[in-house]
């Protein structure tokens, strides 16, 4: 059962334009949410979270929304660069256990 | 530097055998977890540590083994009961498990059965 989900595999924007990158998920109880990088070979670098009791979060040109009604939470990059292309992963640390739950990643590329 | 360091980056190994990947930390943080990435799918979780002689599998634990004698190290063993260990192996460590802080991952080990 996933409960984090993403469910664009893969996203191209051109240059300067805005890039949304959607998660899902089915845990209720999730009350923290995370967004990582990662490129090929490396290991996934922390990049925005949002704790449940916000519905947004910036950090320069990262912005996180959190719908909770929803159980939906995006990442916005204003404006969109090149070195942005990579794989993003959304997670959340499972309460209880605290083991983090990641989903399946979207392949973002970014067109120059 | 502050950090995690997995080793070797590049594995290869022989069916039937055991293998093990080494994965240190420096950030003196209390949990460690090995996660697993095969192409095209995310992050699966294959073993976690809260704390120091303590562990508990993840989703995907049949074929692996850990240990956390120290703090800074939790190295993962890749046995030969593992069915399909070709796959990337990340390591990620938090200050403590119960707490909202995000997680810091080593650069990765990517094991190849030949």
């Known amino acids: 059962d996933q409960q984090v989900k993403q469910n664009s595999p893969s996203l191209s924007v051109q240059e300067g334009r805005i890039s949304i990158l959607n998660c899902d998920y089915t845990?209720?109880?999730?009350?923290?949410f995370l967004w990582y990088k990662k490129y090929p070979a490396e290991g996934p670098t922390f990049l925005i979270s949002i704790s449940s009791i916000k519905d947004k979060n910036e950090d320069g040109r990262f912005t996180v929304f959190l719908n909770k009604s929803a159980k939906h939470l995006s990442l916005h990059i204003v404006p969109s660069q090149p070195g942005d292309s990579a794989v993003y992963f959304c997670a959340a640390p499972n309460p209880g256990t605290y083991k983090y739950i990641f989903g399946t990643g979207t392949r973002l590329k970014v067109l120059a | 530097d502050g950090g995690i360091t997995q080793s070797p980056k590049y594995l290869f190994r022989k069916e039937g055998q055991n293998v093990t990947l080494s994965c240190e930390q420096n950030l003196n943080h209390d949990a460690m977890y090995w996660y697993r990435q095969d192409p095209g799918q995310g992050l699966r979780l294959i073993y976690y540590?809260?704390?120091?002689?303590?562990?508990q599998k993840g989703d995907i634990a049949e074929g692996y083994s850990v240990s956390r004698e120290k703090k800074e190290s939790f190295p993962l063993t890749v046995t030969s009961a593992q069915k399909n260990p070709t796959a990337f192996y990340l390591c990620a460590s938090s200050i403590e498990s119960r707490s909202n802080t995000e997680a810091f991952f080593g650069q990765g080990t990517r094991l190849t059965v030949v």
């Open positions: 540590s809260q704390i120091v002689n303590d562990f």
């Open positions: 845990n209720s109880m999730f009350d923290y």
